[in-house]
């Protein structure tokens, strides 16, 4: 247990500008990445407030025997420069420990000199994206964090020397002082792999890493919309696509999607449906620009036709809803966004051709903007030139969304609702036999938005539900079937009261869950399962300025991360009360879960 005092009240003057986003609905043009806003007057540190900066989730699993090498790729300053200034750098596999490796781990360590608004960032190796992570909102001097993910899966591009790329969007230290100084590291490990079996990310479908990864992503050079090689999407109609060939031999595909949303749709989760044209939805800051309600889903194509979608984890931005719930714990997922793997194997067959095909990716109802690029992952058959298939079922009925809205002024409450379920399979004809894939999918949305007290008591309520079965036949006897199940629940209620002088204070209640259970039957290996239980629990206020600025604020957050699979468990319990960790607690024993005070961190 870490000490526990009565805790000073935080009282931080900020300038930040962060509550209406701020963006224009202009799409990709390069002023979008200046700054106009006129110089903050200098903040004053938070006493006592932690500054190591953290994500509670899964230790990095790493093989317990350690033939272990490291390499540090980057070690430089962002944000020291009045526009975003990506860093290529050169990367060469080790010499003193050669692929292949059982683990590879990145590691970001980096820290903020002085306050700093969030930002989104991403590292691409050879195009492809391995990270994106969002930085804290740094509210006091020498903040630190760091992100460890297991990146095995992308070993293909670490066999061979290429480049990396980092870039930070908006990095500036124009406005605000802070500047990043990053380190960005790889860890080789080679041996038995200890404690977890795998990371979850990686177990499941494909112990092995893909042979080869084609990214689906902005082609470098472009900058149009600004450096990086994601693509900026701005509404449903902007497909961004990418045309590739694949190789004659392959014999599985999934299509891994990064995303994040930003700007006016910075609070699409918390978003009311209206049919009347209240700009701005309405003037509530926790909601999009347009009032179209609380539903968006990544959809991805191949030559136009619908091959998988998701709709999102929505990763809350450490500056948004009330930045003092982040400091120092993360948001779920903000320092390592969720990524989506979309089962393609289906539709190889009809890739096989020979010929090229294009690839393309969208957000449906979305606004400007979101980042969003995807990694076609492919496996080859090493023992064959040519690999034969087919699409046989391909079932994808459009989503019916229900829709209620009652509104009158600033009053009044919104529902969507909607389930839909998809089905394709087809066979591959390869070394390994012929073998059918079958996916089914399922969805199922609904969100509820309710504004009463003209206007000053908001709640939102946002449950996403998805299970995909994936059946595999050879010589019609089904040899593995996965099932990966998600749900992510949200509710959030704020109460906004009169400040004094123009001001106004906002309290917050939230609750966010991220609930994924991955279990699977296969030939030989016989069964497996594990789940993830990623839970926050937050309360607090800030006191807005007549001017949208944040004057002050505070927040109590718990967090709770819980892994568990048919051998182990993990349990983490974080406890923050005003900027303080008050309890930080760690368990490796699912039997001691309920009796917390046994533990020692
Ligand atoms: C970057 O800055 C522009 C203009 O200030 C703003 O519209 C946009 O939302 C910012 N993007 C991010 C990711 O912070
Ligand atoms: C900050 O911590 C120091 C040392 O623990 C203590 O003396 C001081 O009173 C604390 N300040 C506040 C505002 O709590
Ligand atoms: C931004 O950072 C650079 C490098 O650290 C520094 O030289 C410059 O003075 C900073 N600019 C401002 C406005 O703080
Ligand atoms: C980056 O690495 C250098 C040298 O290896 C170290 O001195 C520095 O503290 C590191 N910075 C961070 C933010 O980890
Ligand atoms: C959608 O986005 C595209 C690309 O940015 C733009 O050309 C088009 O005008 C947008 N459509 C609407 C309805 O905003
Ligand atoms: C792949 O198959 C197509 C059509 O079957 C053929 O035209 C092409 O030459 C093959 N490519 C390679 C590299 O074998
Ligand atoms: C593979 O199996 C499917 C379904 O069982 C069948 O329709 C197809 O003709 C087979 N393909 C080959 C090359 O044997």
Redo the contacts with the bound molecule.
Sequence with gaps: MKEMESRPHFLISLFLLLLA????ATPASPK????DTPPPPPPVAAENTTLEYMDPTLPPLLPTKNPQCSLQLLQRDFASRARSQPEFFSYTPPDNCPSPWSRVVLELSASASEVQ????AAIWVAGAEILRTSTPFIMAPNVFWRVRKDVTRYTALLRRPTRFFMMF??DSNATLHGVYSVNVSLHFYRGAVGQFNAHPVIRGLYPQPADLIIPISRAAGDATAGPGYWFRITNETDICTRTVLIPNNTYRAVLEVYVSH??DDEYWYANPLRSDDVGAAGGDDLASKKPNGGFRQVVATIDGRYVGSVVPFPVIAPGSVNPFFWAPIAAIGAYDHPSYDLELTPFVGKLLDGRPHEFGLTVKESQP?W?IGANLHLWLDAWSDEVKGELVRYKVPPLRLGQQADWKNAEGKSEMEGQVIIRFSGWLSSSNGNVTTSVRHKLKFKTHVEVEEKGAMKSAEMEIKARTNLRIEKDHVVVARVVVETESPLNLVTVISNGGGGSRIRKTKLFHEMIEARSATEGKAGEWFSTITDRQESEGSVLIGEDSQLVWGSGDTKSTYKFRDDKKCYLRTVNMVGGKVEEDEESSSCIAAGFMALLVS
């Design positions: 986003s701020a963006s224009s979008d990445y200046t700054f608004k969030d930002r989104i969007l908006n930003h700007g903007y980042l």
